[in-house]
T-cell receptor, first 113, second 111 residues
Framework: DADVTQTPRNRITKTGKRIMLECSQTKGHDRMYWYRQDPGLGLRLIYYSFDVKDINKGEISDGYSVSRQAQAKFSLSLESAIPNQTALYFC????????????FGPGTRLLVL | GESVGLHLPTLSVQEGDNSIINCAYSNSASDYFIWYKQESGKGPQFIIDIRSNMDKRQGQRVTVLLNKTVKHLSLQIAATQPGDSAVYFCAENIDDYKLSFGAGTTVTVRA
């Protein structure tokens, strides 16, 4: 969905490195989310934000941090990457009126060696 | 624990036939359910949703059925087309913000 963009689309990094995944949206939504997808496990919520002053942990936040720089931008950082953080990462947005209907970006495929 | 799950991880269907994808949930407090479609290399895409005060909702070639008695959700796709090949996820909205996703069903359409 071109309304939600993620950079980079693919990334290879080494154990211990700090990396940042970025997400931007043009949908004008207040709510933004970061998910992780692993084969056979569906999507799991890492962090979510209701607005620029509101950041909340999801079910698997350990080892991750986020920054909501503006309404349209929400970045995810891995402070010290480890191999089991190898996964597909998705950013999503939703409108306050329909929080269950989320719009996903194309994903970032991350490989930690 | 409470979770959303799908009955079968894979489904193979002949082009032109109807597809039925099933999902079981265990949280009786869930009030809103959503189906997503994920094509290869893309993010999940919203298909259709249904609130717990409804039993059925129809969209374009898709119908979602909700049976609260047995906590079962299904997605029916009419006249399945090659473009319907994808992974389908059901999700339940328990809180105002949080979606709990199932593991997904991979649908393959045979020509």
């Amino acid at each position: 969905d071109a309304d939600v963009t993620q950079t980079p689309r693919n990334r290879i990094t080494k154990t211990g490195k700090r990396i940042m995944l970025e997400c931007s949206q043009t949908k004008g939504h207040d709510r933004m989310y970061w998910y992780r997808q692993d084969p056979g496990l569906g999507l799991r919520l890492i962090y979510y934000s209701f607005d620029v002053k509101d950041i909340n942990k999801g079910e698997i936040s350990d080892g991750y941090s986020v920054s909501r720089q503006a309404q349209a931008k929400f970045s995810l950082s891995l402070e010290s990457a480890i191999p089991n953080q190898t996964a597909l990462y998705f950013c999503a947005t939703s409108d306050w009126g329909r929080p269950g209907t989320q719009y996903f970006g194309p994903g970032t495929r991350l490989l930690v060696l | 624990g409470e979770s959303v799950g799908l009955h079968l991880p894979t489904l193979s269907v002949q082009e032109g036939d109807n597809s039925i994808i099933n999902c079981a949930y265990s949280n009786s407090a869930s009030d809103y359910f959503i189906w997503y479609k994920q094509e290869s290399g893309k993010g999940p895409q919203f298909i259709i949703d249904i609130r717990s005060n409804m039993d059925k909702r129809q969209g374009q070639r898709v119908t979602v059925l909700l049976n609260k008695t047995v906590k079962h959700l299904s997605l029916q796709i009419a006249a399945t087309q090659p473009g319907d090949s994808a992974v389908y996820f059901c999700a339940e909205n328990i809180d105002d913000y949080k979606l709990s996703f199932g593991a997904g069903t991979t649908v393959t359409v045979r020509a």
